[in-house]
């Protein structure tokens, strides 16, 4: 059993060949950084376009890497994302799954962000608590089982990666800024400025990180930001945002009484959050998980992986289309099918 995985919800073409039995046989990326990095940020039509021309050149490399002819099933990301760039991957996953008569498999992109500590030897088991922290979510959910969630925190403004990006664009940095930012905050100094922990001090486990961006934008205004200023504010951005999550993920362990954490999602490659989850989780008692970093970013193996338990669970959808003659106006949403 193969199951091919295609990633294309926002800027990364990401596909994957994963075996139940063996694990990951090969992933590759495209990443478009370069394409969007002079307009500060993702654009949607340019992304759509760019994952038209590498997506299926990919799945050629990918199938001959994994030493196949075709797969068993396709796994596509179906959403949350770019419109446009969720139909190229959809368009072209759910067409090879036809030619090759098999099952096609609308992935969740925040289920595969977190099922990809799964991919490691050391993985953790059900139930646990998942920090998701990417470019457009910030949560927190209670893993009971494959495909049985509990949202317990959202974000109610920015996401964690957003605010990362958006204080690395204040500080002079490209797109996407939050690696580079991670990298300016290592030279700076903790305690030279100090920013709030938002939504810390009150009980609960809601997010908000557009103030902290305001934070830094009326720091920088005051200051002549030199080298190490800039720096010295990396680094209380940096400070703020990972004391905020650890507590709120202490908060949550508490609350909850499991004691198996994992991070998820493009911020969790940062090293400082690892750092400080680590250390919470070791005076906690408890346990935590990371996927590799290629693997917190978005990619193609988290699909076909996640794709996969889709499939076990016998959840995936017909390659046919209906027309009913009988459609009722007040049923738009699922009267067609
Ligand atoms: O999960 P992801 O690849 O895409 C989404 O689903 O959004 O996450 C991308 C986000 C971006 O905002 C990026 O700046 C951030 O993750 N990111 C980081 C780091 N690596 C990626 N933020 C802080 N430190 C990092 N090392
Ligand atoms: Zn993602």
Request: net charge negative; hydrophobic share 45%; charged share 20%.
């Amino acid at each position: 059993m193969h199951i091919l995985g295609l990633e294309t919800s926002c800027d990364e073409t990401g596909v994957a060949i994963y075996h139940p039995d063996k694990g990951v046989l090969a992933h590759m990326l495209y990443s478009q950084a370069s394409l969007h990095e002079g307009f500060g940020g993702v654009v949607p039509e340019l992304a759509s376009r760019n994952h038209i021309h590498h997506t299926l050149p990919l799945i050629r490399s990918i199938l001959e890497a994994g030493g196949i002819q075709k797969a068993d099933a396709v796994a596509y990301t179906a959403g949350p994302g770019l419109v446009g760039a969720l139909l190229v991957g959809a368009a072209i996953g759910r067409s090879l799954a036809y030619a090759w008569g098999v099952p096609a498999i609308a992935v969740h992109h925040m289920e595969a962000h977190l099922l990809a500590p799964m991919l490691e030897a050391e993985h953790p088991d059900f139930p646990f608590l998942a920090l998701l922290v990417s470019g457009g979510h910030t949560q927190l959910v209670q893993v009971n089982a494959p495909g049985v969630y509990t949202i317990l925190g959202d974000t109610l403004d920015d996401a964690v990666g957003e605010a990362f990006d958006k204080t690395a664009k204040l500080l002079g940095m490209g797109y996407p800024g939050g690696p580079l930012l991670s990298e300016l905050a290592e030279q700076g100094r903790s305690g030279v400025f100090d920013f709030p922990r938002p939504m810390t001090a009150r009980p609960g486990l809601d997010f908000s990180f557009s103030g902290l961006k305001t934070q830094v934008l009326n720091t920088v205004a005051k200051s002549h930001a030199g080298e190490q200023t800039r720096a010295d504010i990396a680094r209380a951005f940096v400070d703020a945002v990972v004391e905020t999550l650890v507590t709120k993920c202490r908060r949550a362990m508490h609350a909850t009484g499991l004691r198996r954490l994992i991070a998820a999602g493009g911020v969790s490659a940062n090293r400082q959050l690892r750092e400080g989850l680590l250390r919470m989780v070791r005076n906690e008692g408890g346990e935590i998980h990371f996927p590799r970093t290629e693997f917190c970013t978005d990619n193609g193996a988290m699909i076909a992986y996640a794709g996969w338990l889709r499939l076990q669970a016998g959840v995936w959808e017909p390659l046919r289309f209906a027309a009913n003659p009988r459609w009722n106006l007040t049923d738009l949403n699922g009267g067609a099918r």
